[in-house]
């Protein structure tokens, strides 16, 4: 989850997944959270070295969890204000920050609003814009299914990832 910054956002968030059995993981003022079936014990948030503008004011970066003994990231990227250089040479600061610990990894999965575009023809925001990713190293998944909401100005990404079994023994 992305953009859920507040503790009223993040205590209505912890609620609602709470009802439902799920446990809710979110670092304070980062706008990155986790819901899970399972719980979730190792957790790690690494804030971003560079940021600009209203960005600076909150705790941007990624958050790391293992589960089943793969790493997953979520991320929220700098976001476009004014001089659009400027936003790009911040992004490219975070994603190279955010790469040098992916390439450490023999698997992985990435999520989040990148607020870059990668593709054409892929849109997740209403503004036709292809922000938002889920992405894998080595793990098998789903094709990626984007559905509108009235929920928020972000599409939901929907992506079955495929877990190898956890080995017992």
């Known amino acids: 989850l992305c953009e859920v910054f507040g503790d009223i956002n993040n205590h209505a968030m912890n609620e609602c997944f709470r009802s ?3 446990h ?3 670092i304070n003022e980062s706008g990155v959270a986790i819901a899970s079936k399972k719980e979730i014990s190792n957790i790690n948030f690494v804030k971003f070295n560079k940021c600009i503008v209203f960005d600076c004011f909150v705790n941007k970066g990624f958050l790391k969890v293992i589960y089943n003994e793969i790493p997953i990231y979520i991320t929220h990227i700098q976001a476009n204000y004014g001089a659009l250089n400027e936003n790009e040479h911040i992004q490219l600061k975070q994603l190279n920050q955010l790469n040098k610990v992916l390439e450490k990894e023999k698997k992985y999965i990435l999520m989040g609003d990148l607020n870059v575009e990668f593709f054409e023809n892929y849109k997740t925001h209403q503004n036709g814009k292809g922000l938002d990713y889920i992405l894998t190293k080595k793990i098998n ?4 299914q984007i559905i509108p909401t009235d929920l928020s100005d972000h599409y939901i990404i929907k992506k079955y990832i495929y877990l190898p079994k956890k080995k017992h023994g």
Do not use: F, G, L
Not at 141 to 144: E, K, L, N, V
């Open 20 to 22: 439902k059995n799920y």
């Open 24 to 26: 809710y993981y979110s």
């Open 141 to 144: 998944t789903s094709a990626i």
